[in-house]
């Protein structure tokens, strides 16, 4: 399935009670579940507008676990708390914002938007989708290496207090402590 497409760059952020260490040792984010049939729930909740809504309304509402769910902005929709750190995750290179379906609002007004590292879902092997919430949600279908996550900052009760931190996959030891997380 083609659409119109614009390439586009973007920087999301998570919330996450793992420090870099941890994120380090398993690669990056992964979704609990598989992601593997959201691609294809997508495809067919494309047919419709009201189907497509239906999908994004379910998303926001029972946050499954077959997505790496991120936000737009630096709250994470209340997640970015004390004891949580904060990840900067880059989007950059071969991404598009999927621009030719039709504009569909999801309960609330707000347009549902898709985004994948083709301009042709069916090739596509990442997709995401921001639901329109009010939380600036946006949820990936795929894993996120850890190369992507480019800033951290550690939660604000850790010995570092909110401190910011370029991340050097190669030496999370210097954020987190040798062999283990050292800022819980």
């Known amino acids: 399935m083609s659409f119109n497409a614009e390439s586009f760059s973007?920087?999301?952020?998570?919330?996450?009670?793992?420090?870099?260490?941890?994120?380090?040792?398993?690669?990056g984010m992964r979704p609990h579940n598989s992601p593997d049939n959201v691609k294809s729930e997508l495809l067919?909740?494309?047919?419709?507008?009201?189907?497509?809504?239906?999908?994004?309304?379910?998303?926001i509402s029972t946050n499954p676990k077959n997505m790496v769910s991120?936000?737009?902005?630096?709250?994470?929709?209340?997640?970015?708390?004390?004891?949580?750190?904060?990840?900067?995750?880059?989007?950059?290179?071969?991404?598009?914002?999927?621009?030719?379906?039709?504009?569909v609002k999801r309960v609330g007004g707000n347009l549902i938007k898709l985004f994948a590292d083709s301009n042709d879902l069916d090739s596509a092997t990442r997709v995401g989708?921001?639901?329109g919430a009010s939380t600036e949600e946006v949820d990936l279908a795929f894993e996120v290496p850890a190369a992507w996550i480019r800033v951290a900052r550690a939660p604000a009760h850790s010995p570092?207090?909110?401190?910011?931190?370029?991340?050097?996959?190669?030496?999370?030891g210097e954020i987190c402590g040798e062999g283990r997380c050292s800022l819980r």
């Open 70 to 103: 991120c936000a737009t902005d630096l709250e994470c929709g209340g997640y970015a708390t004390n004891d949580r750190w904060l990840y900067e995750i880059t989007l950059d290179g071969s991404w598009y914002m999927l621009t030719g379906i039709p504009p």
């Open 10 to 27: 973007a920087s999301l952020y998570r919330a996450d009670g793992r420090c870099p260490h941890e994120l380090a040792r398993v690669g």
């Open 160 to 172: 570092r207090g909110g401190e910011e931190f370029d991340v050097n996959w190669g030496d999370v």
């Open 129 to 131: 989708m921001d639901p």
């Open 44 to 59: 067919a909740a494309l047919r419709s507008a009201a189907k497509l809504r239906e999908y994004a309304q379910i998303y």
